[in-house]
Structure formats: structure tokens, C-alpha cells
């Protein structure tokens, strides 16, 4: 076997310096997922299934566990790839670092993939992987939508104070709106923060009424925003006291807000491991949900969707997690080869149940 020659090459003798060491560990844990895939296993491992109580369908996530390339990944109900899309090197010159990162791929109603890579763009692709429509903007990250005129909105979640925060343009790349958020909170406290980003804003939903809801993680909020820029609706989130060895106070620092059907919103509060739907009149939570392991540092759930069922679909580090309303997980998938304590560009951050299941081919993979 190829594998005991790398185990003989790296223990005969020679001394183990750092960068021997590491070539070594890199060839036993590619050894390692290639004998657990012959002999059946999966990248994507299916913990717990009960499809009496799931949702039935496929989900779209963005894969950048690879350290070469990051891929665009349709999974079935058993963890099997259907389809999968390959991000090509002239998209991503500088893959594998933060920089460089898909953090949102959408099934669009045309059952085309529209997706941003972080710092390089928006870029909208079919099936086979041609790449039908982009966008090129270095401030792009977190969140993009195609809205249903056919712009798409998105965010400039790593940029400085002055800049455009919120962005939209047109199917010919025109911008047609942008939100800095100076008029609100140039003042203190928001005025002088600066941590990736001033607001690092994670999420944009343009509402039926016209007006923008966003998620302001630097700030803990939520807030709507007019056209014309004025403040219609503000959330604070406060600050929480955990014990994680010894007594911090954490800020909730919410994510990826999505409007149900109702008018309540449903936002993932990461800095906390918390979901939440709060009522958006009253800013009083109806519903929400803890993730087990209190007292520990937080899991980084960034996502979160309410399904038809009323099921909750939730993204974390490493899996993905479908609850119940009651707070039962019914299905769930791992990503075997993230470790949830690794480099941060490697997690997962946003996934999208597409139902009917669709049978697509994989284009280059």
C-alpha cells in the first residue's frame, strides 16, 4: 500500500522537523478518508434520519472543506451528492483562504445556482456550470438574493465606515440602490467600532413592503430600512452572561434573519447558540431554541430556515440540523472532514432545503 510508504519515509531514521511532521499528518488523513470512502463511508455522514417527521428533499450547501477548492455541494436525504459544483481557479486566484470562500449558494426558481465567493464576486451559474450571469465587487460577502424584479441585493460585510453596506444591482450590473447606514449610526456607540468591518452586516431581505431588513452583527441588531433611508424598525439583542471558565459576557450577534409567512422573524444568534423567531411588532420571542451544550464556547450557528413542515433547518460549524418545534432533531448531517475547531474559512455557513428534489448531473466534478 502507498500509505505504509509514507509512514516508512517519515520514521526512518530522519529527524521529524515541523514541516515533515505536517506532510506526514496530511498523508495519513488522506489515506485515511480514501479507505473509510471504499469501504463505504461518506464525506457527508447522516447522523440521525427520521423521515416520518423530516422534510423530504435535497439540501444545497457551500462545501469549503477541501484545502483546494471549494465546491458547491446538492446532498440527498442519505448524505449522497447529487449534484456538485467545482469553483473554477479563474473565479477564486486565491482559493483556500478567508478571502476566497463561497458563504451563500441559492437555488434560484429556475433551478439555476446563484452564489457569491467572498472579496471576488456574485456569479450565477446552470446545471452544467456555465456561468450565466456575474458580478464583480471586492467588498461582496456573507448574503445574496435575487429579488423578484431580477436584481440581485447582497452584502459588503468586511468593509470600512463610509462605504456601501448593502447593495443592489441590476440583471446588467448597474446599481440601483446601496445602504451605508451612516445617517443612524455615525454616533456613539456605533460610530468608532471597527472588527472586520465596521457593521459586518451577515444578511439582507428585501420585505414585500419595499423595505430592507439587515442584520448588523457588529452592532446586535436588526434593523428596516426604507428606500429613502429611513429607520422603520429596530431590534437590539443584548448582551448575555456565560460560564465558559470563568464568567464572560458575549454578544448574541445575530445572523441571517429570514421573515416567515406570519411577519415574525427568525434570526440565528451565533455569538450565544441560539435561534430565535421573535415577533416583529412587539420584539418579544415566540419561539426559540438552545443548542444543548450550555456553557460552551459558541458553535457558530449562522443559519437558520423555518421549512413548510415547521420543521427549522440550522446550519452550524460542521452539520447540518433539522428540529421539530419542539426541539427534536429529526435529521442531521456532518461534515467528517471540519473540525468545528479549525480555521474558520473551512466552516459551513448557510444551507437551503430544495424541495421537489431536483436530478441534476454533476458538471465538473
Known amino acids: 500500500m502507498k500509505g505504509r510508504g509514507v509512514v516508512k519515509r517519515y520514521w526512518s531514521g530522519r529527524k521529524m522537523t515541523a514541516r515533515r511532521w505536517t506532510a506526514f499528518v496530511a498523508g495519513i488523513g488522506s489515506l485515511v478518508l480514501l479507505c473509510a470512502l471504499a469501504y463505504g463511508g461518506s464525506e457527508y455522514f447522516v447522523e440521525i434520519s427520521d423521515p416520518q417527521r423530516a422534510y423530504g428533499g435535497n439540501t444545497l450547501l457551500a462545501d469549503n472543506s477541501n484545502p483546494d477548492v471549494s465546491e458547491i455541494v446538492e446532498i440527498n436525504m442519505a448524505g449522497q451528492p447529487v449534484w456538485r459544483y467545482s469553483i473554477p481557479g479563474e473565479l477564486a486566484e486565491r482559493r483556500r483562504n478567508r478571502d476566497q470562500i463561497v458563504m451563500q449558494a441559492q437555488a434560484l426558481p429556475n433551478s439555476n445556482i446563484l452564489f457569491n465567493i467572498q472579496h471576488v464576486g456574485l456569479f450565477e451559474i446552470d446545471r452544467k456550470g456555465t456561468i450565466l450571469w456575474q458580478y464583480r465587487d471586492s467588498g461582496a460577502s456573507h448574503d445574496v438574493r435575487r429579488l423578484p ?213 454533476q458538471p465538473n466534478s
Request: proline fraction near 9%; hydrophobic fraction near 35%.
Open 149 to 361: 424584479n431580477g436584481n440581485t441585493l447582497y452584502c459588503r460585510g468586511w468593509v470600512s465606515k463610509g462605504k456601501p453596506q448593502v447593495v443592489e444591482v441590476d440583471s446588467a450590473g448597474k446599481v440601483v440602490w446601496t445602504w451605508d447606514g451612516l445617517k443612524h449610526f455615525d454616533r456613539p456607540p456605533y460610530g468608532d467600532i471597527s472588527k472586520e468591518g465596521w457593521m459586518h452586516i451577515n444578511g439582507a431581505v428585501r420585505l414585500a413592503n419595499g423595505n430592507t431588513l439587515i442584520s448588523i452583527r457588529n452592532f446586535n441588531c436588526l434593523v428596516e430600512v426604507s428606500p429613502d433611508d429611513s429607520l422603520i424598525w429596530k431590534l437590539d439583542f443584548p448582551l448575555v452572561d456565560m460560564p465558559i471558565e470563568k464568567k464572560l459576557t458575549i454578544p448574541a450577534h445575530p445572523h441571517s434573519p429570514v421573515v416567515l409567512p406570519g411577519g415574525n422573524v427568525l434570526v440565528s444568534l451565533t455569538g450565544i447558540n441560539l435561534i430565535v423567531e421573535v415577533d416583529r411588532k412587539t420584539g418579544v420571542p415566540v419561539w426559540k431554541w438552545e443548542y444543548p451544550q450550555k456553557g460552551k464556547r459558541p458553535v457558530h450557528i449562522r443559519d437558520a430556515s423555518r421549512l413548510p413542515n415547521g420543521n427549522t433547518l440550522f446550519v452550524e460549524s460542521n452539520a447540518i440540523t433539522e428540529l421539530t418545534p419542539e426541539g427534536t432533531p429529526v435529521w442531521k448531517m456532518v461534515v467528517r472532514s471540519i473540525n468545528p475547531g479549525g480555521p474558520r474559512f473551512t466552516y459551513l455557513f448557510k444551507a437551503q432545503r430544495i424541495i421537489p428534489p431536483t436530478q441534476s448531473k
